[in-house]
Structures are given as C-alpha cells and as structure tokens.
C-alpha cells in the first residue's frame, strides 16, 4: 500500500473551503451556522491508515420533538431530539460530493474522507458559558 504523505497546509485550506461551502448551504431542517475541523484518526477496523477530516458543524436547534415522544420506544425517542435522519445524510452526502469535486489533498482517505457532526447552537453556547466560569 502507498501512503500518501500529508500536506497539512493543503489539507487547512481544503477544511476551510468545504466548511465556507457548508455554512453558504441549508440542507432541509439543518441549518448550519458556524463550523470547526480537525482530522480524525480512522477507525480500528479500517483497513486505510490515513485520517479523515471531521467537521464539526453547529447548526440552528433541531426542530422541537413531538409532545408525545417521552411515551415512544427510546429509539423512536433519540431521533426525535435530533434532526431528520434524510437531512442528516444530505449534509455528509454533498459534503462528500463536494470535496470529491474539489479534489482531495493528500494525506486524508480516498474512500470516505470526511465524516460531518452536527452539534445543536444552543447546546455549543451552554459549553461555551460554562467553560469560562
């Protein structure tokens, strides 16, 4: 296996441009509104040994869960505080899409290399608060 070697200046400007892209996008109920990177190690099973970026996306509030969700099955209840599951998948498929577009930098995986978390507004503000207690 060749490894390609990491070009960390590259790989910044790659980030910034995927994640200036993704704040310019809306992706149904998913609103985003800043963003933040850094490279992930791959996972233990994978067979690529290169990184794949993270980009950490915090988004408007996902919509309010429906009165009745603390009476559904916990399953059915997790996703209801979160964001429609199609939307979800559409801001990591045209993330995906997209840095395919551009052109990948070297030293990120080729096969899946980015992975976008989506983290509530609200939730990223309390932390900030407090943290600077």
Do not use: N
């Not at 933040?36 to 509030?61: A, F, K, N, W």
């Not at 990591?92 to 551009?102: K, P, R």
């Amino acid at each position: 296996m060749v490894i390609r070697a990491r070009d960390e200046q590259t790989i910044e400007e790659f980030a910034q441009t995927v994640g200036e892209w993704l704040l310019a996008q809306r992706f149904g109920s998913i609103e985003p509104v800043a963003f933040r990177h850094y490279l992930g190690e791959p996972p233990l099973d994978s067979t690529d040994e290169l990184p794949q970026l993270v980009i950490e996306l915090t988004v408007e509030d996902p919509p309010p869960p429906p009165s009745d969700w603390r009476s559904r099955p916990i399953e059915e209840a997790t996703k209801l505080l979160l964001w429609p599951e199609k939307d979800m998948e559409a801001v990591e498929s045209a993330a995906i899409q997209y840095a395919h577009d551009l052109g990948l930098p070297d030293g990120i995986r080729l096969r899946w290399p980015l992975r976008v978390v989506c983290l509530e507004r609200s939730g990223v503000e309390r932390l900030r608060k407090t943290a600077g207690r």
